[in-house]
């Protein structure tokens, strides 16, 4: 959205700028939208001011509440298994890894070439294995279980052309990975794309997977202690209710550290802004105050050489 101009191309954006061109770029709802600016802000922004940077922390977001460490900080909304970055525990989970992304496109080739609901159910099932196998730290909980299906199931409703709906195909799909832009001669989806919708999909997304996925976390290699959440046979309202549990959960250890010691603010926001999206769902809604170690101070990427052309970066 930067880089057409829909929000700030100076890395810097705000809640409401964000949810915005959400709607205006891609189509989504405005309780999608909303969602995930939120989402966005508590992640890494400077609750005060509205303002977060859509990659490691900078000078130009305001600290008021503590450090604001950006959208790319580790932990609240970057979550383990994401499409076509690394697990955070390898080094790296902010820079485009164009292997991941080439064996993403392999996949789509035994469905036809979409990058559709089968083709996430297979790969989404491939990297929680391998993580499951080789990262000591995979972190599968409550946020990886909301992020990691919704930012599968966004693809094929946001990247077709809006003038041929059901064709998530690779050059729809590929300027927004490997360019970092919207695909030649592009129009957004007609319809907004709310939380329903999304919800609907993912429990879609989780009926077409082989493999449960069973949300929880490695303590060391061959030591997965799951977390007891049920995803075997989940409604659309119940995986909505997984969104709305990326943000009021009962888990400490995940807000920013900026958001840490302000718990009032955080919940007032949270009570303001978020839970009416959630209003018809009938979610469990608490949101528990984080205990005193629950900031997590460390920075994310840094902000050179951070052009993609063709899927590598340029300086
Ligand atoms: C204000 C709105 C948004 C914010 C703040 C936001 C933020 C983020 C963040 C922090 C991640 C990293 C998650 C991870 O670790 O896997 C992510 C991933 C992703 N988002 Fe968004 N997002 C927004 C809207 C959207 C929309 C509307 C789409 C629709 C196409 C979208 C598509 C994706 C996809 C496909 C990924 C996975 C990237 C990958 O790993 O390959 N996002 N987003």
Redesign the pocket.
């Known amino acids: 959205?930067a880089n057409h101009g829909f929000i700030s191309r100076t890395g810097i954006?705000t809640f409401a700028e964000?949810?915005n061109?959400?709607q205006i770029?891609?189509g989504?709802g405005y309780d999608?939208?909303t969602f995930?600016?939120a989402?966005?802000?508590l992640?890494?922004g400077g609750l005060p001011s509205g303002k977060?940077s859509?990659g490691g922390a900078h000078a130009r977001v305001p600290n008021t509440l503590g450090p604001s460490l950006g959208?790319?900080k580790?932990g609240f909304?970057?979550?383990?298994?994401?499409?076509?970055?690394q697990d955070a525990y390898f080094g790296d989970?902010a820079n485009?890894q164009l292997a991941?992304?080439q064996r993403l496109v392999n996949i789509t080739e035994n469905y036809g070439g979409q990058f559709g609901i089968d083709t996430f159910a297979e790969e989404r099932v491939l990297l929680y294995d391998e993580a499951k196998a080789t990262n000591p730290r995979f972190d599968a909980g409550t946020r990886w279980l909301a992020?990691?299906t919704?930012?599968?199931v966004?693809?094929p409703?946001?990247?077709p052309n809006g003038t041929d709906l059901n064709n998530a195909n690779f050059q729809n799909v590929a300027p927004?990975?490997l360019n970092e832009t919207f695909s030649r001669e592009w129009f957004r989806r007609p319809t907004p794309y709310s939380l329903a919708n999304t919800g609907t999909d993912i429990a879609a997304l989780l009926a077409a997977s082989s493999e449960l996925t069973t949300p929880g976390a490695n303590e060391g290699l061959g030591n997965f202690v799951p977390l007891g959440t049920d995803i075997s046979d989940i409604t659309p309202a119940q995986a909505t209710c997984f969104l709305a549990s990326a943000v009021f959960d009962n888990t400490p250890g995940f807000l920013s550290p900026a958001l840490v010691d302000n718990y009032a603010t955080v919940q007032a926001f949270l009570s303001g802004a978020v839970a009416p999206l959630f209003a018809g769902y009938r979610c469990d809604l608490n949101f528990a105050k984080p205990g005193p170690d629950a900031g997590d101070s460390t920075a994310g990427v840094n902000e050179t050489c951070n052009t993609l052309r063709n899927g590598v970066y340029q300086c």
């Open positions: 959205m954006t964000a949810a061109a959400c770029t891609l989504f999608t939208c995930l600016s989402l966005g802000l992640a890494g977060y859509i959208i790319s580790h909304f970057e979550v383990d298994n994401s499409i076509s970055r989970q485009f991941r992304w992020v990691t919704a930012e599968r966004f693809i409703r946001a990247l927004f990975y």
